[in-house]
DNA sequence: TTTCAACACGAAAACGTTTTCGCTAAGAAT
DNA sequence: ATTCTTAGCGAAAACGTTTTCGTGTTGAAA
């Protein structure tokens, strides 16, 4: 029951001055070796460490990242986390973790919570009743405090700061340019509602592939699921409604999915229909998690790379806080800072697995 | 770029003293009306927010809670993780999340890094290597230092603190049973190597099960694989491994596995053998997760309702925490204290699904 | 003997709060 | 006219560091 021990009990107790202790155990040449010894073996004994708190309110740092996630239990996000919890970590940051739980005020409750003086950054994924609203104050507010901020995955243009992002577009091109050339005739698409930028680079970069190849998009073969509410717990309306898809268009011989959870309920129902994968029909899904993998036929996805996403995202910010303690006093206007700002995109890659020929 | 105002700012630009605007912006009646508006006029104007670290340390507590788990991108703990972001949020309270990566190193190193005043208490699930070496000094280290730790799932004995754990025993109990009275005569158990308390007790209420039903458990419908090596990159040895085991024990007709994984992979290579689930073989797993759900056919599970545990952990430590707060000069030695830790334990549900008759 | 540098250390400020205590002035009570 | 309240505010300490700037002592150089 202990408190952990100060430089001032230190110093009470080797009848020196708290300055003698801290210069001693930095091992300043200011101090004689016999009171460094004296004091350094004093500290060790009794395991002192300065306190973090201490410290971040002089040095007015506090070498935390938070970062900002919509949902947790997700296995796209807790690969970021863990690609910035690695970086971080090597770094000499740690980080805190909020969730908006996909809701605007939660968005900015938390941000609040951590943006007085908890953290030294953010990285953050925009929660999608935010991108519904389109309300970004919060997050240039934030800024303007002179916070930086990274955002990653579901990203916006109306706030200026660094980027890390999917390359969506490209992923959906080679995603079905593959299924083109595996023959398949009619490919369908089972995407989101448009308001998710994300959904949407992937359903542009479906067109762009069957344009590339003189097919016009046919509108009957995309289906636009609402997500809006929540589709864990409606796994049989998910399952009907691409049922009722796959009848009404009984020519389907490809899938792309945006995400992995359409994927694998398109292949449960095609299979429920009689058809084979991936002899009658072949599907790829976006998001290459823990169900395309253990799925039977496993599936072939495109993947994001989240833990690369996450370390990118930690360096982008980590360099900018260590560039801003260096620069320190020298002032940049917000428009002379605005063509710094870097977006970097990773690239996707195909993983094939048994759900494609 | 301008930095957050501070009281001192606040006080210099409405020349009173600094006490007098805390005052103030706390409604102190010892402040008259007059000053009183101005300076919350004031205040609100350029947003004035409690700078954090400073009362971190003034009040010599963080509000923030320390969660150190093995890995993040894994359904249970994510799901954990959430859940104790609930109550913390709820009851004001932050969290900061150190990954050991299932490390001993790591795990020390974390905690280090946080223990130093960045938390007021820990949430924990131990390391693999920490149950291995069997060393447990860095945790009882922490909780004498007067920082309370509460464990969850992967607890020991060895420490004196609060748990909160799945009834792994009972849980499997209740799922072997159901393959008995399903009509199974001869349950295989796939389970783990036995360090790791959690895979131990789940063996044993197997073996419970089945002598409360008068069965004798035969060693050789009893796998044990070796965890040690990361499993989710040798798919393919485990799937030789179960398929083998199945190969050597034709006359298995139900499976109990003590993980998700484990489950479908039996459930893959019985249908590779030409066995249909439920009719030939019926299929059990712990931990219900994404894989569970979305399997083919769907996977009966033992569910650990990871939400709630974590819920009841961050309850348990804020209680305490507020409880040291307001006791505070109060002494009690350990051994007084020791009777008080309080274990709760989380009562599993066996979610009935395809796998099952 | 005086001057000077080097050495070894301490005092104090600063980071941003909250809170206790003290002080002044004004009005009330004596 | 003197004392006592009370309202309204400020000074200062404290939380635990680091760092700058003294300051006193010592031995050597002059």
Redesign the interface.
Known sequence: ????ITLKQIARELDVSISTVSKALSNSKEISEDTTQKIQAFAKLY?Y??????L??KNRK?K?IGILIPE????FF??V??GI?LVA?RRGY??????SNESFTKEII?M???????IDGFILSISKETLLKQDYHHFN?TI???MPIVMFDRVVNEVDCDKVIVDDFNGSVKAVKKLIENNCKNIALITTMDYVSVGRLRTQGYIEALESHKIIANPNLILKIDDSLDV?NH?EDLELEIEQFFKTNGNIDGVFAVNE?YA??AM?VA?KLGLSIPDNIQVIGFTD???S????PSLTTVSQHGQKIGEQAANLLIDRLVAADTEDDQ??T?DERKSDFIKVVIETEIIERESTK
């Open positions: 029951m202990k408190r952990k395991n460490k300065p306190n973090n708190i201490a971040s309110l506090t935390t947790i239990v997700h296995h807790s690969t986390i863990r919890e970590n740690n980080v805190i973790v909020g969730l938390n609040e919570m951590l943006a007085n003086g908890s507010a303007n405090q002179g864990e796994l959870l694998v309920t449960k299979r998690g823990v169900l993998k253990h799925a039977t002032y940049f917000n």
